[in-house]
Each structure stands twice: as structure tokens, then as C-alpha cells.
């Protein structure tokens, strides 16, 4: 009985030793939110793999170009460039996926960054030429899986 009173007082003395949850300044909380999250997989596979790889060497210049086209336009604090691990998109690659409308991007190439930005993330319109078909997301069975 001793101990466990002991420990117990041992617990609620550390407990208020412990630093409380972080609050937010006003000006912290008046941030603008992202309006979009795009990820641009990275993903590379060795040579001779059973499926393709969106990067030879982890390496994107598309994910580089679409950062500076995003800050070019002025959506620095609004748009959000991530490097993503595997999409599960392969044979679709180099993929690219916009959040929040959750717009599937494939074989998309450096070039293909400026309307990316211009249309989409400016314009609100996804570009039709780049989007993965629907029946390809999400299935075993796309038509372009060797």
C-alpha cells in the first residue's frame, strides 16, 4: 500500500512536470491552409525489376519543375509539392496525384508541369491528356499491367 502510494505520487509529480500541448498564437491559427497536396511519386526500382519505375535514381526534375512553377505563380503558401514514395501506379509512371480532388496524373514529363500548374492549380481544371483512366486506379487488372 506504501509503494503504490509512492508511485502514484512519483506519477503525478512528473505528470506536472511535463510540458502542456503547445498553443497556437492568433497569428499562427490565421495561416492559410493548403488548398492542394501534389505528390509526385519517387519511387526507383533496380534494373530488371518486374515493374516500372517513376525515377531511375530518385531523382525528379518534374517534382523541381513543378516547385518552381508553383512559386513562379505565386501559390507558395496554397500549393504543396511532395515527394512521395510508390503510388502503386507503375506502369502509369512518372505519376503524380493533386489533393484534395484526388486527380490521377500519368507518364506525366517536366514539360507537362507547366500546364500541370497553369490549368489545375491555377485554372481549377484538371488536364484530361495526362489523367489516369479511372478503371486503372485501384485494380489488378488494368490493361496496362504486363
Not at 509512492?6 to 510540458?19: D, H, N, S
Not at 495561416?31 to 511519386?41: D, Q, T, W
Request: with cysteine; aromatic share 6%.
Amino acid at each position: 500500500m506504501i509503494v503504490e502510494t509512492l508511485f502514484l505520487g512519483a506519477v503525478a509529480l512528473l505528470w506536472k512536470l511535463i510540458p502542456k500541448t503547445r498553443r497556437w498564437t492568433p497569428e499562427e491559427q490565421s495561416l492559410p491552409l493548403f488548398e492542394h497536396h501534389v505528390f509526385v511519386c519517387h519511387n526507383s526500382r533496380p534494373e530488371g525489376a518486374p515493374r516500372p519505375s517513376c525515377t531511375s535514381n530518385g531523382i525528379s526534375d518534374l517534382h523541381t519543375r513543378l516547385q518552381q512553377l508553383v512559386k513562379a505563380a505565386g501559390l507558395g503558401s496554397t500549393v504543396r509539392i511532395n515527394k512521395s514514395g510508390c503510388l502503386d501506379q507503375c506502369e502509369h509512371g512518372p505519376t503524380v496525384v493533386v489533393y484534395p480532388e484526388a486527380v490521377w496524373y500519368g507518364n506525366v514529363r517536366p514539360e507537362d508541369a507547366e500546364i500541370i500548374v497553369a490549368e489545375h492549380l491555377v485554372g481549377g481544371r484538371p488536364v484530361e491528356r495526362l489523367r489516369v483512366a479511372e478503371e486503372c486506379l485501384n485494380t489488378k487488372s488494368c490493361p496496362h499491367r504486363g
